[in-house]
């Protein structure tokens, strides 16, 4: 199963899939769905590669397969 990650707002909302993460008032991830393992681990790496580095001005829709 891969797991694609698609920007809705960068720094704010992310499409895991078919779960809307977002980010609430404390800075924290949260999605009204649970997320599996490998969505889970998808998104950590995504987060540390891409959202977590400030050369990335413009956030891009990837996909983990594994």
Avoid at 18 to 29: A, E, S
């Amino acid at each position: 199963m891969s797991v694609k990650i698609k920007p809705i707002v960068d720094h704010e909302s992310y499409k895991v899939n078919d779960n809307t993460i977002f980010k609430d008032r404390i800075g924290k991830w949260n999605c009204k769905n649970e997320l599996s393992n490998k969505e889970r681990y998808a998104f950590n790496q995504y987060e540390n590669i891409v959202i977590k580095n400030p050369r990335f001005k413009k956030h891009s829709i990837s996909i983990y397969k594994g």
